[in-house]
């Protein structure tokens, strides 16, 4: 067990919802329909759905890890591999996040540059974002979830106008359902891993939640909000759009805001793509704190000089991505990578957690027996 934190750092065990749909929800909604769509065609609705199930289970294992070692984790590691070799792997999970930091930040400066503003340089915005976010994490955990609350909060309101395109649906298009094998269906729920990657975080801020022993709920209650919400988005957009269009379009729920039409804003897809700062800003100062986090807790570095190197590494890899290809295979990797620590290694440790408290359990009995 590790040393606990101390009550003002910590937050209501309530927050754990918005933790986990605010960072579940990013960048990745903006298009994620015609990835799954290539696999899945209009059952792609199912495949979000099977995504979001295994998301639940995933979640349990989490909460599995953690109780058993009553920390983060870096105390799973320690527990399972030992210091030096679970060192070296929360170093990598370190570059995985300030990577998953990078891919967030650099895909909405895309969307911001082919949408509103051409001309607009990615150096600019990475470092005026570098500054925001080093003043935002600095300030602890606590300011990290305010951000988050606030991120899941605000985009409430332009929520329902994902509804309006429903004037022009056409759910015929839709039958006759499951239309696809197991197998198409569980390679279009992979598809979704961009998307519904992000709850991982839990594994380090768990030790700052207030009764975490009894969280799982709220966390698993703000993963369904998620799936809810993709199916939703999912359904419209295959009613609005034919196989074909959602095969070509990008960006397929931004697109969704150009139907809105108001009496006073002519083009209201500025205000969704204006509105998505709220939700991606959550995404990156939690991957930027995960990131300061366990470079703090596996090296001497303290964790505000961790945040600046973080920060540092993700202006200057964003300002190195400058065309279309070099994101999208960006976001592939991350998504590949995603895909494989979440769905894959998490699991994993559950098995080899076992497999170490059991041999330990034997060890024990044997010397309490002599």
Aim: hydrophobic share 55%; glycine share 6%.
């Amino acid at each position: 067990m590790d040393k606990p934190i101390k009550e003002q750092y910590l937050v209501s065990g309530f927050l754990t919802l918005f933790l986990i749909h605010g960072m579940q929800v990013g960048v990745g909604v903006l298009g994620f329909q015609r990835i799954v769509v290539k696999s899945t065609g209009y059952d792609a609705w199912i495949s979000v759905l099977i995504a979001g199930m295994v998301v639940h289970v995933v979640i349990a294992c989490m909460y599995t890890l953690l109780k058993r070692v009553d920390g983060d984790l870096i105390s799973i590691h320690h527990h399972i591999f030992g210091k030096w070799v679970g060192n070296v792997i929360c170093f990598f999970v370190s570059i995985y996040f300030v990577a998953k930091a990078v891919n967030v930040l650099r895909t909405y400066i895309e969307v911001v540059q082919v949408w509103m503003f051409p001309d607009l340089p990615t150096w600019s915005v990475a470092i005026v974002a570098s500054f925001f976010f080093y003043y935002v994490v600095s300030g602890g955990f606590r300011s990290v979830v305010g951000l988050t609350f606030l991120g899941v909060i605000i985009p409430v309101a332009f929520t329902p106008m994902l509804l309006l395109p429903l004037e022009f649906a056409n759910f015929i298009n839709m039958l006759p359902i499951f239309k696809h094998s197991i197998v198409e269906l569980l390679l279009g729920a992979k598809d979704t891993t961009l998307s519904f990657i992000g709850f991982e975080y839990l594994l380090l801020y768990y030790p700052f939640l207030k009764n975490r022993e009894l969280t799982q709920k709220w966390a698993q209650f703000g993963a369904a909000i998620t799936t809810i919400a993709y199916t939703i988005i999912m359904i419209v957009s295959l009613a609005f759009f034919s196989e074909e269009q959602l095969n070509k379009t990008i960006w397929a729920t931004l697109t969704l805001y150009k139907v809105v039409q108001l009496p006073f804003l002519e083009r209201f897809e500025y205000v969704g793509v204006s509105m998505w700062m709220f939700l991606i800003t959550p995404n990156i100062a939690l991957a930027l704190w995960g990131a300061s986090r366990c470079a703090k807790r596996i090296s001497r570095v303290s964790q505000r000089s961790a945040l600046v190197i973080a920060i540092v590494i993700m202006a200057t890899v964003t300002i190195l991505l400058p065309t279309r290809q070099e994101v999208n295979q960006f976001s592939d990797w991350i998504a590949q990578t995603g895909f494989y620590f979440v769905f894959v290694y998490i699991p994993l440790l559950v098995i080899l957690q076992a497999i170490v408290l059991k041999i330990r359990r034997g060890k024990h009995e044997q010397t309490t027996n002599l």
